[in-house]
């Protein structure tokens, strides 16, 4: 779960991180406000889930109130790739002598948190990745030990800076690498960590992204992960326990496995559009391949949908009726194409076919989207 | 020979009593593997298949000889299980359960390595070596014996690729799920090595998919050490990008986890890329390895 930048900054600035003075306003009125406490000029930072957010349009200065009015207006009736700005962090702006960048992450390959730092902080740091490597420094933690702060004061002794930044520096890193343990981030990142005139620090943006799979041991305060994902349909994934991702086809997809699903998608792309992934993982029951159905028919375009699962860990006899019963009650006439292979496998066949379903029995996916592409034939809208 | 299983081996089943657990040992008893023991803490004495229950591994390993364990575990229990496998010498885990978390995961492959203990997953569907047994939830119709070796990040496709095999005669050595989790408990390379030197595997199928930098790693390994005769489908080539935040990972992995990228790496190493999987019967076909 990603957490917006204002609740990042909380959490940063509980733990002791140095942070901007801010407010968080959803309507104009309230931004004046919030920049009228603060005093002239504040930045306005549009509240959406994506990266590159200010090369996007989504970071404006304000030096007055009629400024401020215009482009707070502007930001909340505006779209940041495609996601609504609903809310704006209206924050103080501070004079910037240099910008850091501060990441914590897990490398996946070696399966150690890793920590990054640089002195070219900013939107390009990417390209500082890859066109100035000596500029960017990072230490790996071995679990078995953990971590400690001599580890960043060595670390940041590598881009030769001077000890009294490299003090306030490590600092900020300790506490970093705290929260990323206690919110279990797979990223924790700070960029730009600014360095002010007098020589402090001031974290003036925040990312931190939870391992969705220890939300539950997390004992501390979090917001709620279902409200913040906009698309309608995905959100009804999640509720349902399955991985929806809405596209801009009309073929509807089910497949237990996101190998099988990703392949299916890739396979169905050469000639048709889908119009969705949906995968079930291990759980599948009657009821859940109903309610996919359901799911996968929201979309009022769809015109035919691809069902492609294993019974491996999935009673697919079991999904079968789910699927047999939906049609029946909604009386659903486009073509549906089902591959499904594995532990009683022959029993699934029977059922789908009395309710309709075209089952093909060869093993490659390819096969069965080729039925579809007949089926659904090669007008499209 | 084959890889990880043979006939030595001796299977426990962790988190036997449970629903998936009984289920998917009755599956692994009826395609021939060993399986020994299980272990559910609290239900000792009682019996599942006809396989008996212990409450602790050191007993089941004392009473039975089991030598290789899989988990049919709650995520939330696995990292205790697990830990307590390897502390009772059990060599090969295979952990089958998703929705691990990460830092228990990678908790988990340290100590395993550390210890000398090969262990898969988490997030796979397991192992299955056609005709000698099976250590997981592979559904075994889709496979037959032979001589190509799977690796596969993802359990479903592992069936598929088994599968279109099969149909065209070309049977499987070793079927081995790598797992798909961000972090996971042993690298695509250290399996390659055991395909590598497997007297009964005569070419690899790699099953990748977008991603990480699994598939760019091995293409190291391959252009060094490997003398047979390689293959790879990179799943994902349609996925969206996700609305991706944050740098730390871009920087430390460079353009690594496209599929564009791993192609590329894999073709560099001299692996036959393949665009679909149904290409894997040519492939196969083509290195007479049936």
Same mark, same amino acid.
């Given at each position: ?381 | ?81 697990? $830990?307590?496998?390897?502390? /009772? !010498? +059990?060599?090969?885990? &295979?952990? #089958?359960?998703?929705?691990?978390? %990460? ?53 479903? $496709?592992?069936?598929?690729? /088994? !599968? +279109?095999?099969?149909? &065209?005669? #070309?049977?499987?050595?070793?079927? %081995? ?114």
């Amino acid at each position: 779960m990603r957490l917006h930048e204002h609740e990042a900054l909380d959490i940063f600035e509980q733990m002791g991180i140095p942070v901007p003075r801010r407010g968080l306003a959803t309507t104009m009125h309230e931004a004046l406000h919030i920049a009228g406490e603060i005093g002239y000029p504040v930045i306005l930072k549009a509240q959406v889930l994506v990266g590159g957010r200010g090369l996007a349009g989504g970071i404006k200065v304000a030096h007055s109130p009629d400024e401020l009015k215009e482009l707070a207006e502007g930001l909340l009736t505006s779209e940041i790739k495609g996601l609504p700005v609903r809310k704006i962090l209206v924050c103080e702006k501070v004079e910037i002598q240099k910008e850091l960048y501060l990441g914590i992450t897990i490398d996946g390959y070696s399966g150690r948190p890793v920590i990054v730092v640089s002195t070219e902080g900013g939107v390009l740091i990417e390209e500082t990745a890859k066109n100035a490597p000596e500029k960017i420094a990072s230490i790996h933690i071995d679990p078995s030990f953990g971590y400690y702060p001599y580890k960043s004061r060595s670390l940041l002794r590598r881009l030769g800076l001077e000890q009294k930044i490299i003090s306030a520096w490590s600092d900020v890193i300790s506490q970093l690498y705290t929260i990323s343990i206690r919110y279990e981030a797979l990223i924790a990142e700070i960029n730009p960590l600014v360095v002010l005139p007098n020589g402090g620090l001031l974290a003036v943006d925040a990312v931190l992204e939870i391992d969705d799979s220890a939300i539950s041991r997390i004992h501390l305060p979090l917001p709620d992960r279902f409200e913040r994902m906009e698309n309608p349909l995905e959100r009804r994934g999640r509720e349902i326990g399955v991985t929806y991702v809405d596209l801009d086809g009309d073929i509807g997809l089910i497949s237990s496995g996101a190998g099988l699903g990703m392949a299916s998608m890739d396979i169905i792309a050469k000639n048709m559009r889908p119009a969705n992934f949906l995968e079930t993982g291990g759980g599948i029951t009657a009821d859940l391949l109903y309610r996919c159905m359901d799911l996968v028919l929201m979309k009022p375009n769809i015109r035919a949908i691809f069902i492609n699962v294993y019974g491996g860990i999935n009673p697919i006899h079991e999904g079968a009726k789910g699927v047999a019963r939906y049609i029946k009650e909604h009386k659903v006439k486009i073509p549906i194409v089902a591959k499904a292979l594995g532990n009683r496998q022959e029993e699934t066949w029977e059922i789908l076919r009395s309710a309709g379903v075209h089952v093909v029995t060869e093993t490659a996916t390819e096969k069965a989207i080729e039925r579809l592409y007949e089926l659904v034939g090669t007008n499209r809208e | 020979m084959s890889v990880l299983i043979d006939d030595s081996t001796r299977v426990l089943v962790q988190g036997i009593t449970g629903r998936i657990g009984s289920v998917q040992t009755h599956w692994m008893l009826e395609y021939g593997t060993k399986v020994v023991a299980g272990v559910t803490p609290g239900k000792g004495g009682t019996e599942v298949e006809g396989v008996p229950v212990f409450n602790s591994v050191e007993e089941a390993v004392k009473e039975t000889g089991a030598n290789a364990s899989v988990f049919f575990v709650p995520a939330a229990f696995v990292l205790d299980a697990f $830990l307590e496998t390897v502390d /009772a !010498g +059990i060599k090969l885990i &295979v952990v #089958v359960p998703e929705h691990i978390p %990460v830092r228990d995961v990678i908790k988990m492959r340290h100590y395993a390595i550390e210890k000398g203990v090969f262990a898969i997953g988490p997030t796979t569907p397991g192992i299955l070596s056609p005709g000698k047994g099976k250590m997981g939830i592979m559904p075994a119709s889709l496979f037959r014996p032979g001589r190509v070796g799977i690796i596969s990040r993802s359990g479903t $496709l592992s069936y598929e690729f /088994a !599968g +279109i095999l099969s149909e &065209v005669n #070309v049977g499987q050595s070793t079927v %081995v799920g790598m797992g798909a989790d961000p972090v996971i408990l042993r690298n695509l390379a250290d399996i390659l090595e055991l395909f590598e030197r497997d007297n009964d595997t005569d070419g690899v199928i790699i099953v990748g998919e977008v991603g990480g930098e699994q598939e760019e790693k091995a293409a190291g390994f391959i252009a060094r050490r490997m003398t047979k005769p390689v293959a790879a489908y990179i799943a994902g080539r349609y996925s969206p990008q996700g609305k991706r935040m944050g740098h730390a990972g871009a920087i430390i992995r460079g353009s690594a986890g496209t599929v564009e990228a791993k192609q590329e790496a894999l073709r560099a190493a001299g692996v036959e890329v393949l665009d679909s999987p149904i290409h894997a019967a040519q492939w196969a076909i083509k290195h007479k390895l049936r």
